[in-house]
T-cell receptor, first 115, second 113 residues
Framework: SQQGEEDPQALSIQEGENATMNCSYK?????LQWYRQNSGRGLVHLIL?????REKHSGRLRVTLDTSKKSSSLLITASRAADTASYFC???????????????FGKGTTLSVSS | EAQVTQNPRYLITVTGKKLTVTCSQN?????MSWYRQDPGLGLRQIYY???????DKGDVPEGYKVSRKEKRNFPLILESPSPNQTSLYFC????????????FGPGTRLTVT
């Protein structure tokens, strides 16, 4: 049951440029999270934004949420080669009986930053 | 150090040979979950556990079993593995309730021939 869909599927940029990834989802949510995955490794949490928030920052990361459009974006500013990874959005599932813990992941955006 | 560990990290096995992938977390989290990751399909939840002795099916539970006898451990059991279970498996844990971040293990790459 896919909820979030990231766009684009793949993104290639040069070091120093900004990278923007988008996530669209289908049903209403309570919160949305972004995770990073380095090749073949476990996912690492980046940022969580609640449905009543519109924007959130963490270091070089900026996340926006537009609940009217059912979409979120992740902006990485001044990208570095170390930012090369796959990025996933994950939404909670209010329809699952998991007391707010269930996450549904999108298929991810693969970001490649070249030096 | 707060972490989720999985063993083994890599496993090649044959069809029908029972196997167990272990998962352990040291953060006293109530919630634990297993995912499989396949190209083009993203992460899909296999099973989850809200606490000791409480487990339930996720999106793709067929062919898998789990148990939660201790809070820190959540093993994934494949009673009779088949080639379509070749995948990258992740265990994750989280404080119950939400919303909170999930902590992921390093992954187990399983190949069933």
């Amino acid at each position: 049951s896919q909820q979030g869909e990231e766009d684009p599927q793949a993104l290639s940029i040069q070091e120093g440029e900004n990278a923007t990834m988008n996530c669209s989802y289908k049903t209403s949510i309570n919160n949305l999270q972004w995770y990073r995955q380095n090749s073949g490794r476990g996912l690492v949490h980046l940022i969580l934004i609640r449905s009543n928030e519109r924007e959130k920052h963490s270091g070089r990361l900026r996340v926006t949420l537009d609940t009217s459009k059912k979409s979120s974006s992740l902006l990485i500013t001044a990208s570095r080669a170390a930012d090369t990874a796959s990025y996933f959005c994950a939404t909670d599932s209010p329809f699952r009986n998991q007391a707010g813990t269930a996450l549904i992941f999108g298929k991810g955006t693969t970001l490649s930053v070249s030096s | 150090e707060a972490q989720v560990t999985q063993n083994p990290r890599y496993l090649i096995t044959v069809t029908g040979k029972k196997l167990t992938v272990t998962c352990s977390q040291n953060m006293n989290h109530e919630y634990m979950s297993w995912y499989r990751q396949d190209p083009g399909l993203g992460l899909r939840q296999i099973y989850y556990s809200m606490n000791v002795e409480v487990t339930d099916k996720g999106d793709v539970p067929e062919g898998y079993k789990v148990s939660r006898k201790e809070k820190r451990n959540f093993p994934l059991i494949l009673e009779s593995p088949s080639p379509n279970q070749t995948s990258l498996y992740f265990c994750a844990s989280q404080i119950a309730g939400g919303p909170y971040e999930q902590y992921f293990g390093p992954g187990t790459r399983l190949t069933v021939t």
